[in-house]
């Protein structure tokens, strides 16, 4: 009996040893040496700490009343830790209806005209639609005018890096200059779709496999298809990128019911060095890729027989972010971006529209929103203190955290970069070894270990964590 129990004990402790171990390695490998070093010092007190249950054996010390209600006290202890923080603790009923769920008022269509990224790099100064967009919008004429005479939104690109930024900006820019190349080809219309007894014949279950199957290959990280809800569809144009000024202001329509979206992973390291250029280099380099991976999955559903239209940085209808909540790619953080499961926030977000019918998915409930509540570790550590630290709001008829983006904008064109300090600080951000692997899978179904491992993030990581070097070829000093 008491060698039954011995062994049972010894079992657990050497899993966690194990963990633990892994644990090390990642942490070598993520150039995390608190984290490394913090983890060997639990090997090393639970390798003593078996040692000394050995040694009390050997004196008998558990065949007397005292050991055995020990030995049987500490069983106890881990065996309803294990229950304590492996249990599902239930479902969050909200995440679970998507960005339905999140909807308290009524929500009106976004114009992308007022979107920044629209006023920064479509209108020009006095341009006819110039004068029109800031008679109807005088707040922002100011705020817009300033960043413009900064230089933009990225001010002096990479200006937190001077003066070694250059092969990082040089990078950034080759990046940003591909997605103009497919921006023309976004439609895939009929002219190259197949005649209706031409068309393979697909169930909607085999079309979803096939897309999905196809958008892995070509590089997406994460892939989910929703019914397009029109609320999330931008109600007018307002990025002009071809001189098709005739196209600003006109109302957007969607005619397609799917939507296929998709996530592009952003490289660990290159995130891990945010604020600095490596990481603004990362970021044009997955609009690149998104664009390139949206063209052709809208190519080949044409190619199928059926219209798509590509959504990447050259052309969205649809607002990326509550379209991948609604095709179960992940929930929404903090900080106002994505939370996917599988490369938490390290992402940007595509789509391909379509007329294609296609099995849907489901809003997932990954813990990310509980998470959230208690963690704050972005709105800590954002310079331009951007994210709130407090409770969710209505905004636009939805109730979520509100980032300021002007001031978030403001500090981009101050860094010279898109900063990114929140998505590289975030707990859910760490590479996918397999520590952080089990960690997010009890994270995601326990409350407890939400709370637990936010408290050892900070612990093990810092609560400030600092930016890390670079890969070589992308050093900037
Ligand atoms: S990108 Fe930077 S400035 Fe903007 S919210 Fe995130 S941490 Fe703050
Ligand atoms: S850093 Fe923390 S609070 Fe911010 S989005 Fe990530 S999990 Fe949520």
């Known amino acids: 009996m008491v060698l039954f129990l011995l062994v049972l004990q010894a079992v657990f402790v050497s899993a966690i040893v194990l963990f633990t171990i892994a644990f090390f390695i990642a942490s070598l490998y993520e150039k995390e040496p608190k984290a490394a070093w913090m983890a060997g010092a639990v090997v090393v007190l639970l390798t003593g700490l078996e040692l000394l249950i050995c040694w009390l054996y050997g004196l008998g010390f558990f065949f007397h009343p005292a050991g055995l209600i020990l030995l049987l006290a500490g069983l106890a202890v881990i065996g309803y830790g294990i229950y304590f923080f492996g249990r599902h603790t239930g479902p969050n009923a909200t995440a679970l209806k998507g960005v339905e769920g999140l909807i308290v008022g009524k929500a009106r269509r976004f114009d992308e005209r007022e979107q920044v990224f629209a006023r920064e790099r479509s209108i020009r100064p006095d341009s006819e639609q110039y004068e029109a967009f800031y008679r109807s919008h005088p707040e922002l004429a100011q705020l817009d005018s300033e960043r413009r005479r900064a230089g933009g939104l990225l001010g002096t690109p990479g200006a937190i890096d001077r003066p070694g930024e250059r092969p990082n900006i040089a990078a950034m820019e080759a990046a940003f200059s591909i997605p103009p190349h497919f921006g023309k ?102 609009y690149s890729k998104g664009s390139w991976i949206s063209t052709q999955l809208a190519a080949y559903i044409a190619n199928l027989g059926y219209a798509a239209t590509a959504n990447h940085s050259r052309h969205y209808d649809l607002l990326m ?62 310079p331009s203190v951007s994210i709130p630290d407090g409770a969710q709001q209505e905004v636009n008829g939805s109730l979520r955290w509100k980032l300021n983006a002007e001031s978030c904008f403001g500090y981009w064109a101050r860094a010279g970069t898109d900063c990114n300090v929140c998505m590289r600080v975030c707990p859910w951000s760490h590479p996918r070894t397999l520590p952080h692997r089990i960690v997010i899978s009890l994270v995601v179904r326990n409350k407890w270990a939400r709370r637990l491992f936010s408290l050892m993030d900070d612990l093990f990581y810092g609560k400030k964590p600092k930016p890390k070097a670079p890969p070589a070829w992308a050093r900037f000093s």
């Open 185 to 286: 080809q976004k439609n895939h219309s009929p002219a190259v779709r197949l005649s209706e007894q031409d068309r393979p014949a697909l169930s909607p279950e085999d079309a979803a496999r096939r897309v999905k199957g196809f958008a892995r290959q070509l590089g997406a990280g994460a892939v989910g298809i929703t019914r397009i809800n029109p609320v999330w569809v931008y109600s007018h144009r307002g990025e002009i990128f071809y001189d098709n000024w005739e196209q600003w202001g006109q109302e957007i329509t969607v005619e397609y019911a799917y939507a296929v979206v998709f996530a592009v992973e952003m490289d660990w390291k290159m995130v891990s060095t945010a604020p600095h250029t490596p990481s603004v280099a990362e970021s044009a380099l997955s």
């Open 321 to 382: 972010t509550p379209a991948a909540i609604d095709a179960g790619l992940g929930e929404l953080g903090r900080f106002g971006y994505l939370i996917t499961r599988e490369l938490g926030p390290r992402v940007r977000i595509f789509a391909v529209t379509t007329d294609l019918p296609m099995e849907c998915d489901q809003p997932v409930d990954i813990g990310v929103e509980d998470f959230c509540r208690f963690c704050k570790k972005c709105a800590r550590c954002c």
